[in-house]
Each structure stands twice: as structure tokens, then as C-alpha cells.
């Protein structure tokens, strides 16, 4: 798995897949959270807002027996420790790669 989270095509994303950076619109506009998991509904909103291209999860199984309360903790952790890095700075970047990561390779009873 590649250390940065890629940016996918939205033409290929299909509901069930989480989001897992902030997207915004041309202006800035904030259309969908982090950790969103997509719906038909939202995907139409984001093609028609001119989205192309979005940070998700890697559609790999090896997180699918993670409990979603380690799920939390995992986010909740990655959240404190990158508290005070700006949304707009690489470090952003950096921290949307660890949470692919540790969603991806994590399993229960591992420490993040």
C-alpha cells in the first residue's frame, strides 16, 4: 500500500466508500467531512459541484474485522496527535496516510 492516500477519480467511487479527507468546493466550500462514508445522494452533490478527484479509504478487506469502537480509537488518536497542524498543510497529508494505513494493517489488541 502506498504511504499517501491517493486521490480517486470520482467517476470511480461507488457508496460505501469512506472519505478521508475534508472536500471542498471550487470556493472552499466544505460539501462533505472527513470519515463520510458516501451514498448515491452525496456522490450526485459532488459531481455536481465539479468534484473530480477524492481522498477515500483503500477498498481493502484487512480492516473489515476491525470493531468500529478500535475504528474510533484509531481516528480519536491520529486526531489528538495532529491537533494542531493547519487542514491546508502537508502534515495534513501526512496524517490522511496514517489513518490509511492504520485502518488498512491494524488489527484488534494493536496499539496505533
Given amino acids: 500500500m502506498s504511504s499517501i492516500v ?27 467531512g472527513a470519515g463520510v462514508t458516501l451514498t448515491p445522494a452525496i456522490l450526485d452533490a459532488l459531481r455536481e459541484h465539479g468534484v473530480r478527484l477524492v481522498h477515500v479509504a483503500p477498498r481493502a ?36 496516510a496514517c489513518l490509511s494505513v492504520l485502518l488498512g494493517t491494524a488489527q484488534d489488541g494493536e496499539e496505533p
Avoid at 480509537?73 to 491546508?88: G, Q, S, T, Y
Fill in 61 to 96: 478487506h484487512a480492516n473489515d474485522d476491525l470493531a468500529p469502537a478500535r475504528i474510533q480509537a484509531i481516528e480519536a488518536e491520529l486526531a489528538h496527535r495532529f491537533a494542531r497542524v493547519p487542514r491546508d498543510s502537508p502534515l495534513e497529508a501526512l496524517r490522511l
Fill in 6 to 32: 491517493p486521490m480517486v477519480p470520482l467517476k470511480t467511487l461507488r457508496p460505501g466508500d469512506r472519505v478521508m479527507g475534508e472536500i471542498r468546493g471550487p470556493r472552499g466550500r466544505l460539501l462533505c
